[in-house]
Structures are given as structure tokens and as C-alpha cells.
């Protein structure tokens, strides 16, 4: 069952019919949510097969929560609206996550962009906080809502949140700081398992992707017995790349995808968080970031200087206890083992920003700024005349 969408209603008179209409469109499941995923297309990425729900959620015990705010239309009003921005969360188990950390490592593709706390992740190689996606501008706002909600299960705890940001402000109010706290405690307390809303949900309300409207998006792979059968899962918020890189199934299909001329933007970033049920240590967790990196570039992106890439990883195979305990016993796939999570993670990040895509409609925002949805029946049919799909 697909989560209820948060939408946070706007006061002001003038725009109180359309947010109406919006929140009806959001109780039955939103015109964003409808639009098909890569795969129901006909086109598949990779060899490898997806998990259940083709989300980081089929690595057992990972947690997906969002908040969408969707309110206002028109022009500009710094602190009114327009709104359209939200929170994700990412959990990697359901349980206290300070208490029982799990292995993690990041890294930077491009370092123009934000991502809390990854210092200290890298420095033990641990995760101990969920991770928390949302706009540019709201990082401070959702480090303080990852601290509340850590001290309200225990004052004495201090974490180092993780939040990651890419900004939104082509069609969000972004300097108005619509995020609260509280959204960031809903959106971690609200996290699920099963199937993920993509595209203009959470986080991913106010992205873009190569000129069309884009967002969060999700795939995974499950690696066959023989190599271990393992399954990796990948989540993205992408608002990355220009139109006329796009890629898909290799193809550049960007040129021909021109329906009309795209806004001017800055470039985008990307966050790319990859889950896996592997047992591996952070070194290793730290080789699956780098090879995420290749399945963002086929998809055409080149990473440019102004553009934020991050990425983080890691695994849900051992948890280690936060007590006095003075060793901890380990066991760790071999590195001999390891090429068949990296074209795990490949191919699931590539899809995962297709999905993004794929998924999310076209979106009017602040000043009517519009962002077009990817034009699906188009995509399928200059696949079909290259032969990459029947």
C-alpha cells in the first residue's frame, strides 16, 4: 500500500481552492504516484534481477519515511510560498539505530553540496543516526529535528546527524524555510518498509533531473545463490545532469526528448544512499560509493563543478552494540566476492534515477515556474525506433 502524502496547507485565502485541490489529488494516491516506473515500460536495466519491490526496502529491515509540503501557487512571497519541498528518511533497521549501529562509509563524487556528519562516519566506520534527506537551505532545520528525536529516546545521547541536501529553490519558497522539526521527526517515525513513493514525494518534491521533473527513486538487485544471494538496494534523490546528456539504456535520448526549450537552472546535485544485507566492512562499503558513481554516469550526468554527488553505504548484516563490550567478532565477505555487489550497485543506481524520472509529473511552482514531467510515451517510442525495446 502506497503511504498517505503529508501536505501542509496554506492559510492564505487566495490559494485555499487549489490546495484543496492538491490534497484530494494527494489523498488518492496523486498524479505522480500513477505515472509508471522504468520497468513498466518495457525497459530494463542491467542483467541482474530486482527484489520484490525494486526498492532499497527489500533489504530487510530498511525504512523509508517522507513528508511532502505542497502549498501555494503563483508568484514569490518569502516565508508564504509557494511551497514544494518535503523530508526524507532513511532508516537501516527499525530498531535504535544508536544503540545498534550498523557498518557505513561514504564519499564524494563532487564535493559542491552537503552531507552532515560523514566524518565521523568514515572515522569508525559506523552509522548510528537515520539519514535524512531534504533541501538546501533546511539542513540546520533537520539536524536539529534528527537531535530532538534522538533526545526525546534519551537525553544523554549526542549524535551527529546525517543529513543530506539538494536544492529545490527552481519551484520551492527554498529561503523561506518551510521544513520544521517536527517533519523531520515525523518523516523517521513515519518510515516503512514495502513499496516506496518516488519521484515529487519527500525530499524529492522540488527536484529536477536533465531539464524534467525528478526526485527520489529506488531499485534494487538480489545477486543469485551461486554469487552469494545477497541484495542490494539503492535510493536517490536526484536533481542532477542537463537535457541533453540524458541516457537511457544507453542510448542518448536527451536531444530527441525536446519538447520544449528547458528552464534555466543551476546544476543539480545527487544523493545516492546504497543498502545491502552483505556482510561488509566499511572499507568495502566505501568501494560500492565508487561504484555508484558509475551508475549515475549512465545515465549521462558528467558531475560538474557546481554540482553536489554524494553518496553513502552501508550494510545491515551485523549490528554493533553502543556497551562496554571490548571485542566484537565480524565475519566478512571476501573481496574476491565483491564484483557482483558492485554490478549490483551499478545497475540499481542507474535505475533508481530513472525511476525518478519516470515517476514524477510535471509541477508548477513558484513565480509559475514549470517543470515538465518526462515525456513517457516519446522516451518509449525513440527507444523502440533504435531497437533498444520491442
Same mark, same amino acid.
Given at each position: 500500500?502506497?503511504?498517505?502524502?503529508?501536505?501542509? %496547507? $496554506?492559510?492564505?485565502?487566495?490559494?485555499?481552492?487549489?490546495?484543496? *485541490?492538491?490534497?484530494? %489529488?494527494?489523498?488518492?494516491?496523486?498524479?505522480?504516484?500513477?505515472?509508471?516506473?522504468?520497468?513498466?515500460?518495457?525497459?530494463? *536495466?542491467?542483467?541482474?534481477?530486482?527484489?520484490?519491490?525494486?526498492?532499497?526496502?527489500?533489504?530487510?529491515?530498511?525504512?523509508?519515511?517522507?513528508?511532502?509540503?505542497?502549498?501555494?501557487?503563483?508568484?514569490?512571497?518569502?516565508?508564504?510560498?509557494?511551497?514544494?519541498?518535503?523530508?526524507?528518511?532513511?532508516?537501516?533497521?527499525?530498531?535504535?539505530?544508536?544503540?545498534?549501529?550498523?557498518?557505513?562509509?561514504?564519499?564524494?563524487?563532487?564535493?559542491?553540496?552537503?552531507?552532515?556528519?560523514?566524518?565521523?562516519?568514515?572515522?569508525?566506520? +559506523?552509522?548510528?543516526?537515520?539519514?535524512?534527506?531534504?533541501?538546501?537551505?533546511?539542513?540546520?532545520?533537520?539536524?536539529?529535528?534528527?537531535?530532538?528525536?534522538?533526545?526525546?529516546? #534519551?537525553?544523554?545521547?549526542?549524535? !551527529?546527524?546525517?543529513?543530506?541536501?539538494?536544492?529545490?529553490?527552481?519551484?520551492?519558497?527554498?529561503?523561506?524555510?518551510?521544513?520544521?522539526?517536527?517533519?523531520?521527526?515525523?518523516?523517521?517515525?513515519?518510515?516503512?518498509?514495502?513499496?516506496? $513513493?518516488?519521484?515529487?514525494? =519527500?525530499?524529492?518534491?522540488?527536484?529536477?533531473?536533465?531539464?524534467?521533473?525528478?526526485?527520489?527513486?529506488?531499485?534494487?538487485?538480489?545477486?543469485?545463490? #551461486?554469487?552469494? =544471494?545477497?541484495? !542490494?538496494?539503492?535510493?536517490?534523490?536526484?536533481? %542532477?545532469?542537463?537535457?541533453?546528456?540524458?541516457?537511457?539504456? =544507453?542510448?542518448?535520448?536527451?536531444?530527441?526528448?525536446?519538447?520544449?526549450?528547458?528552464?534555466?537552472?543551476?546544476?543539480?546535485?545527487?544523493?545516492?544512499?546504497?543498502?545491502?544485507?552483505?556482510?561488509?566492512?566499511?572499507?568495502?562499503?566505501?568501494?560500492?560509493?565508487?561504484?555508484?558513481?558509475?551508475? !549515475?554516469?549512465?545515465?549521462?550526468?558528467?558531475?560538474?563543478?557546481?554540482?553536489?554527488?554524494?553518496?553513502?553505504?552501508?550494510?545491515?548484516?551485523?549490528? *554493533?552494540?553502543?556497551?562496554?563490550?571490548?571485542? #566484537? $567478532?565480524?565475519?566478512? +565477505?571476501?573481496?574476491?566476492?565483491?564484483?557482483?555487489?558492485?554490478?549490483?550497485?551499478?545497475?540499481?543506481?542507474?535505475?533508481?534515477?530513472?525511476?525518478?524520472? %519516470?515517476?514524477?509529473?510535471?509541477?508548477?511552482?513558484?513565480?509559475?515556474?514549470?517543470?515538465? =514531467?518526462?515525456?513517457?510515451?516519446?522516451?518509449?517510442?525513440?527507444?523502440?525506433?533504435?531497437?533498444?525495446?520491442?
Amino acid at each position: 500500500m502506497r503511504k498517505l502524502k503529508i501536505f501542509q %496547507c $496554506s492559510v492564505v485565502s487566495r490559494n485555499l481552492v487549489w490546495t484543496l *485541490i492538491v490534497y484530494l %489529488c494527494l489523498l488518492t494516491g496523486s498524479a505522480y504516484a500513477q505515472r509508471p516506473r522504468v520497468r513498466d515500460l518495457g525497459i530494463n *536495466i542491467g542483467t541482474l534481477l530486482p527484489g520484490p519491490y525494486n526498492a532499497i526496502t527489500d533489504v530487510a529491515g530498511v525504512l523509508v519515511g517522507h513528508v511532502t509540503l505542497i502549498s501555494g501557487e503563483g508568484e514569490l512571497v518569502v516565508g508564504r510560498g509557494p511551497v514544494r519541498t518535503g523530508v526524507t528518511a532513511v532508516l537501516p533497521h527499525g530498531d535504535d539505530i544508536y544503540q545498534n549501529q550498523v557498518f557505513a562509509a561514504a564519499d564524494v563524487l563532487n564535493g559542491n553540496g552537503e552531507m552532515t556528519g560523514v566524518e565521523w562516519v568514515n572515522e569508525r566506520g +559506523l552509522l548510528e543516526v537515520p539519514v535524512v534527506l531534504t533541501n538546501t537551505l533546511s539542513v540546520g532545520t533537520a539536524y536539529n529535528g534528527v537531535v530532538a528525536y534522538m533526545l526525546k529516546q #534519551d537525553t544523554n545521547r549526542v549524535p !551527529l546527524p546525517v543529513v543530506a541536501e539538494c536544492y529545490d529553490g527552481g519551484l520551492n519558497d527554498i529561503a523561506g524555510r518551510h521544513v520544521k522539526e517536527a517533519h523531520v521527526i515525523q518523516a523517521i517515525e513515519s518510515a516503512r518498509g514495502g513499496p516506496v $513513493s518516488e519521484g515529487s514525494s =519527500g525530499a524529492g518534491t522540488g527536484m529536477r533531473a536533465y531539464g524534467f521533473k525528478a526526485g527520489i527513486g529506488t531499485a534494487s538487485r538480489v545477486l543469485p545463490e #551461486d554469487r552469494g =544471494g545477497y541484495t !542490494l538496494g539503492v535510493l536517490v534523490n536526484a536533481n %542532477c545532469g542537463r537535457r541533453p546528456e540524458l541516457l537511457v539504456a =544507453g542510448l542518448p535520448v536527451g536531444p530527441e526528448l525536446a519538447i520544449q526549450t528547458p528552464p534555466r537552472t543551476r546544476d543539480g546535485s545527487i544523493v545516492i544512499l546504497v543498502a545491502t544485507n552483505a556482510p561488509l566492512i566499511p572499507i568495502q562499503l566505501r568501494r560500492l560509493c565508487k561504484r555508484a558513481a558509475l551508475g !549515475l554516469a549512465r545515465t549521462g550526468t558528467v558531475s560538474r563543478t557546481s554540482s553536489g554527488d554524494l553518496i553513502l553505504a552501508f550494510s545491515t548484516a551485523h549490528r *554493533i552494540p553502543r556497551n562496554r563490550a571490548t571485542l #566484537d $567478532s565480524v565475519r566478512t +565477505l571476501r573481496d574476491s566476492r565483491l564484483t557482483p555487489l558492485f554490478q549490483a550497485t551499478v545497475e540499481a543506481t542507474e535505475e533508481a534515477i530513472l525511476n525518478a524520472l %519516470c515517476r514524477a509529473d510535471t509541477m508548477v511552482g513558484r513565480d509559475n515556474n514549470t517543470i515538465p =514531467g518526462l515525456p513517457l510515451n516519446r522516451l518509449v517510442e525513440v527507444l523502440k525506433r533504435h531497437g533498444r525495446i520491442q
